[in-house]
């Protein structure tokens, strides 16, 4: 009979996370409760502009992108709104961190080409599964033929509907606590409701990523009627206070909030 994989506590895991990727825990995790991003109007940019030379020498000696995922990488850089992809720095960090807490299945709120759900297809078993959720069914077409490649597209559960709507449906089919990654990379508006569904999703230990809330270092002060920006704050501020996670703010792309579940 097959044992069970163990699970590494919420203590385990964050120490064996720190010690692997190092200083990036440590800033994160400095700034995030010494400094709250919101407070301020604007920030020093935490990292080397993307075409400096130094980080693109440390990008050249720290990357390991499968083949495919690079090839999709560049196919959604030639994309209208490409740019907005995560960084495969980003996309890194949160392969490394599924291997370490051995995950078997995650969620990936907005698809887009896939690249994050390929990511995360890779790091996980082969009885792996990411659910991917899109609302426009041309995008993830474009990715498919390189999920292929890559041998991953079993794994790839693609759900073409509102990504709330995929949510309460795995919640109603009791799938509650039984996911260990979550990646939220979808429109804004509904941020606090994806975080709190997917913090439901997810087991103790579990990691939930929420990408680009940072925007190039900083959370702006609001605008009169920027909706958007008031939600992205209102967010910051509900994972600052939340006694339900462990938290780290990485100057990763144009931000990577980690909230560990206890």
């Known amino acids: 009979m097959t044992q069970p994989v163990p699970r590494l506590s ?32 604007r920030q020093q940019r935490l990292l080397p502009r993307e075409d400096d030379p130094l980080w693109q020498y440390v990008l050249s000696r720290s990357m390991r992108e499968h083949p495919a995922l690079r090839s999709l990488r560049l196919l959604t850089l030639e994309q209208p ?8 720095e980003q996309a890194q960090l949160l392969a490394n961190l599924a291997r370490l ?16 759900a390929l990511a995360l297809a890779l790091a996980l078993p082969p009885e792996g599964r990411v659910v991917t959720c899109e609302v426009d069914a041309r995008l993830p077409e474009l990715g498919r033929p390189l999920w292929k490649q890559a041998e991953m597209e079993h794994k790839i559960d693609l759900r073409l509907k509102p990504a709330l709507e995929t949510l309460d449906e795995l919640l109603a089919a009791g799938e509650a606590g039984t996911f260990d990654v979550a990646v939220v990379d979808a429109d804004k508006k509904n941020c606090t409701a994806y975080y709190e569904r997917c913090l439901q999703l997810l087991r103790p230990g579990g990691v939930l990523a929420v990408v680009s809330v940072l925007w190039h270092g900083e959370v702006l002060q609001p605008l009169q009627g920027d909706e958007v920006t008031e939600c992205v704050r209102n967010l910051n501020e509900r994972i600052r206070r939340d006694v ?4 780290s703010l990485l100057p990763l792309g144009d931000g990577l909030t980690l909230a560990f579940k206890i």
């Open 10 to 41: 919420v203590p385990a895991a964050l120490a064996l996370g720190s010690a692997a990727l190092g200083a990036a825990f440590a800033t994160g995790l400095f700034l995030g409760r010494r400094w709250p991003p919101w407070r301020f109007q």
């Open 244 to 247: 339900r996670v462990h938290i």
């Open 81 to 88: 709104q490409g740019d907005s992809m995560m960084t495969c």
């Open 101 to 116: 807490i051995k995950a078997k299945k995650a969620l990936d709120l907005g698809t887009f080409t896939g690249y994050s």
